[in-house]
């Protein structure tokens, strides 16, 4: 199992006019290349959310609860992936130019596929310095929660570990930008 956990938190200068606060949570199952459970509590401008998935991929089950509300859904065979686990998954799939995989993707309308292709490798400017960089490009899944033509773009490191240096989100209703600033080990999943 692998455990990936994203925070969000606005700046104290922000907060004053819109403050968030953000914990995401994902158990990964790394032998069936599937999220168990996708948690992610939060607090924008002091309404709280929170909502959590379980997946049961034995029986190609996901039942989400969002503020108390339950609802469930079809998975396949295959298993699915929360967003975090898409992310994680794709830098194990991604390693040389021209690669593309899909991979099932849990959203508001059940599970979706999505599909990221790696593009060229670019240099890219670290705190560290210099690096060479995977640019890996995600195609849009239309969800309504994330909205139509949203999609993501990542640069991974070339080592072995191949950790995103960036991941751009764009959204219909504007860009979300995550940079690594500190970078311990972590591995791809498979195998490595």
């Not at 996708?38 to 029986?59: A, G, I, Q």
């Not at 390693?95 to 979706?112: H, I, K, N, Q, Y």
């Not at 309504?144 to 209703?173: H, K, N, Y």
């Amino acid at each position: 199992m692998a455990r990936l956990v994203m925070t969000v938190s606005t700046t104290d200068l922000f907060d004053g006019i819109y403050k968030v606060r953000s914990r995401v949570e994902s158990i990964y199952n790394l032998r069936r290349a599937s999220t168990r459970s996708y948690h992610e509590r939060s607090t924008e401008r002091d309404e709280v959310k929170d909502d959590l998935w379980l997946v049961d991929p034995e029986r190609r089950r996901a039942r989400r609860t969002k503020n108390g509300v339950s609802e469930s859904f079809d998975i396949p065979a295959g298993g699915v992936h929360d967003p975090l686990a898409m992310i994680y998954r794709f830098r194990a799939l991604a390693r040389r130019v021209g690669d593309e995989a899909t991979v099932t993707v849990m959203t508001t309308r059940g599970a979706l596929e999505t599909t990221a292709v790696a593009e060229r490798w670019e240099q890219f400017e670290t705190a560290a310095g210099e690096i060479q960089a995977l640019k890996v490009v995600q195609r849009p899944v239309e969800d309504p929660e994330v909205g139509r033509g949203g999609s993501l773009t990542m640069w991974l490191s070339s080592d072995a570990a191949r950790v995103p240096q960036r991941i751009d989100f764009d959204l219909p209703f504007g860009k979300l930008v995550a940079e690594l600033v500190e970078s311990p080990s972590a591995p791809t999943g498979d195998g490595d």
